[in-house]
């Protein structure tokens, strides 16, 4: 428009008085041009090239959005916020209608001059009936699910199903104290299966999202978010459809890529958080209408707890994958799901399996760096004291760290700065009985299974004790745990392509249990089930 008015002020022909009517206009289109230059500089500062020396065009790549640059550049004003900005300020969750919807997120800014648009306003219903009518849906069968779970919960603890029985399964029927409750478990996972569906949110870019480490310390967290993002049963495409919606950040990647060590600074990580939540909330609806209690995410990193505390309804509401499952620091089962701590060096399971309990010669193992206080005093009680408890900081050269665990009856899993120990799997793994030693920790897959039937748990106080608890149980009961444990690491082994009832399985049906907490007042009218978050994980026990 610009360009075609100066066309036409440089024509020759026009008449003396029509200079009176082009004056005025000068001054308007002098100001346009000022303001589009502005805008342009605005718009592409942050898709600058990764070169740039900018923080701030730094997180612009890591956040991203994985649509086209047109939808990128109508959302840009919701990405990035600058430092100082606080925490974004969710709305108060509404059941009936929703804050915006994909297909007016490019127009978030124009919200106001849009209402008078009819055709606008129509989308905006329909995605409201649409939304209102597949949440509505849902919850009514998960009433029925609920229904269902606690109808097995009561059945006989020995029961045993047969083929014409709605819990027969083909493949594996929980039994035995190994559970706590097997027929509730059993039908719990059953219905799992045939309802659960994951929305996987597509915002972001690779390494920070949609990525993880596999092969690690934290390789629980990389293996589930490479499942989920391949794809398979439990993902869907059809938010509208989803029964949870994953944020699909690494916090291991955010403190390797963002994080300067030793520098204490996490801003850099707190900014992306906060900035990928706030497109997520502005972008989508559903986020808002439950201010994130349908939403969860996995972190397999010490300071998974503390990054998810960057945003308040993250850390208070939504569904948290920790291993680091700490209940002094904010870790609540009702809602938050304790998940192992899997050191994969390989990227697989080695070694599984173990001599029987005769051929053990060690009564207790451990070896491990010292590394926070119970720690210290476990080796400061027992290291190089006894041949009954071996404790060591780091082993002798040549003596192998697995083949001391398989000749252990015992193996001691003390928490380091964290609850948080790899060790407890590859006790597990190696058939060694795995005696926990922490405040606060709450055990994977604990609303399931019967850690006591297969572990022990020592007080960090007893810790002088352990000898004593440890030659205080008798052949016969050790030859139970070591037993039980060999039927329980099915559900803690990493396949390469996940099985029923493998542990990827496992932190899919602690998530699912926890969604069952989750109540839409709106739309659930089953009278048993009152308040926001319901205990239907205590169905289990």
Known sequence: MIGIRERKFMSPVFSTSSIFVVLPIIPLAALLVIFFSNYSVLVTTPSSSSSSSSPTSELWRIIGNNSSSAATTANLSIQLAPAETPLISFPKPDFRTISSTPEAASQIGEENQNKSGTQNSRSRDVAKIKLSSSLHKLEARLVEVRASIREAALVARNFTPNSHDSLSDPDFTPKGHIYRNPNAFHRSYLEMEKLMKIYVYEEGEPPVFHDGPCRSIYSSEGRFIHEIEKGGLFRTRDPNKALVYFLPFSVVNMVRYLYVPDSHDTKPMRRVVVDYMNLIAHKHPFWNRSLGADHFMLSCHDWGPSTSSFVPHLYHRSIRALCNANTSEGFRPSKDVSFPEINLLTGEVRGLGGPSPSKRTILAFFAGRLHGYIRYLLLNQWK?????????????RRVSYQDMMKKSKFCLC???????????????????????????????FNDVLNWKSFSVQIKVNDIPKIKEILMGISTRHYSRLQRTLKLVQRHFLVNATPKRYDVFHMILHSIWLRRLNVRFPDYNSDAHFKGYHDQTTQLMH
């Open 384 to 396: 190089n004291k006894d041949q009954d408890v071996q404790v060591y900081d780091q082993l002798p």
């Open 414 to 444: 003390p928490s380091g700065y964290e609850v948080a120990s790899p060790r407890v799997v590859e006790a597990i793994y190696a058939g060694c009985v795995p005696v926990l030693i922490s405040d606060g920790y709450v055990p994977p």
